[in-house]
C-alpha cells in the first residue's frame, strides 16, 4: 500500500525578479519543496477580483513566470495539494511582483 501524502505549510515564497539581458521577461517564484515529491504546488494569482490558478508543477520549489508584459505586476500564492486525497493546502505567503 501507498504510504499517504502529508501537506506542510509553505511560508516562505519569493520572486526572483532578477534582470536577464535576453530573457528579461519571465520571473521566477521559488519555495522549499517537501521532501515527498508527489506534491503537487499549485501557482496562483490573485487580483482584486479573483485568484486564479495559472499552473502547477509537481515534487519541485519553484515555478517560472514567463512571456511577462512590460511593467508587469501581480501576487501570486502557492498552495500544495495531495493527489491521493485531491485536497489542498494552506496557501502559502503572498509575494508581489512589480
Do not use: C
Not at 515534487?59 to 491521493?84: I, M, W
Request: proline share 5%; aromatic share 12%; charged share 25%.
Amino acid at each position: 500500500m501507498e504510504e499517504p501524502v502529508h501537506l506542510a505549510d509553505i511560508n516562505d515564497l519569493s520572486v526572483d525578479d532578477t534582470f536577464h539581458l535576453f530573457d528579461w521577461n519571465r520571473m521566477e517564484l521559488s519555495w522549499t519543496p517537501q521532501e515527498d515529491e508527489r506534491v503537487i504546488y499549485r501557482v496562483y494569482q490573485k487580483t482584486a477580483d479573483e485568484h486564479r490558478m495559472i499552473g502547477e508543477v509537481t515534487g519541485k520549489g519553484s515555478y517560472t513566470l514567463s512571456h511577462l508584459p512590460a511593467f508587469f505586476s501581480g501576487s501570486f500564492y502557492v498552495v500544495p495539494y495531495n493527489p491521493q486525497t485531491k485536497l489542498e493546502g494552506k496557501q502559502s505567503n503572498v509575494v508581489e511582483v512589480s
